[in-house]
């Protein structure tokens, strides 16, 4: 049996009524018996989604909505920013506006946040894809508490690659403004949204009690074609997530093995480079302790990979 504290979910949005809309009426379709603090900060430049909330019929007693308007800029970090002042709960969690929860997802994840020694919990997601067959359960891992060597792994390359959403994540609330807080020092990145998702579910991992990976699917992620991700360079994705892992490296007591340096090194290498072909990735560089070293075998096999999948999927057309 678990108590039922009250947990507050930030909603940052822009321009998403009806999305926005099914990710309150998510949490509105709970079976969590506690109060859920639902906080709203909104970006757009009309009145759309306000009216959309309004004019909804949300029939849990225990949802309690704040709306709120940002003004003042439409970056997508600064409603991220605004909301996190909202959270003063003990236990807290963002939801992003396209994303939304299964009716067990606070019930399934405070067991285990009030039954383990962790300070936040993951679950699975499932992909909901437009005119295509969604995947259920994306990622692929087993129900546990995250290993540092787990997360320096899937990001790497070195094991199967773990969720980052904080859709999939509730956090006690100090170590969530904690972790948040601290990956805005990385702004080159953050103001963008990426490498800071990452950065905040694991950051528990090496600065407090832990991460649980819970493998249910109890978060849908919506894959549409505005998608921020799918909108931007999977290369510079990739990067920010590379030096948010260098960061939470670095600022523990984990040492690398061997062959870990030797693709965080390549990894560098490859990031010079790419800076120099493309001056818009220099600004998300973060100083580090590791030295750049090429591995030319390494190179040339994953330039080969990307012809031959740019080679088949030309001709499969």
Sequence with gaps: MINHPEITVVIPTLNRPVRTVRAISSLNDQSYKGVINCVIIDSSSDRKTEDKINETNFTNPNLKIRYLKNNNSAKPIDNWILGAKEINTEYGKFLCDDDWLEKEYFD?????????????????????????????????????????????????????????????????????????????????????????????????????????????????????????????????????????????IESSDFEVTRNQEKIIRHKLATFNLKKIIEKDYKPLELNNRFEPKLNLSKLFKSQAQKYYLKMYYSLKK
């Design 108 to 248: 399934k994840c405070m067991n285990v946040l009030q039954n383990t020694d962790t300070d936040c919990v993951i679950s699975n997601i499932n992909i909901v894809r437009k005119n295509k067959s969604n995947i259920l359960n994306y990622y692929k891992y087993s129900t546990n508490s995250v290993e540092k060597e787990d997360v320096v792994n899937s990001f790497l390359g070195i094991n199967n690659i773990l969720p980052v959403t904080p859709s999939a994540s509730l956090t006690k609330t100090t170590v969530l403004l904690e972790s948040f807080y601290e990956s805005l020092k990385h702004i080159q990145c953050t103001e963008n949204l990426f490498g800071f998702d990452f950065f905040m579910s694991y950051y528990p991992v090496f600065k407090s009690n832990g991460s649980y990976l819970l493998n249910e699917g109890l978060t849908n992620s919506y894959a549409g074609n505005d998608s921020m991700t799918l909108n931007v360079k999977k290369g510079k994705i990739s990067y920010c997530y590379f030096f948010a892992l260098v960061n939470l």
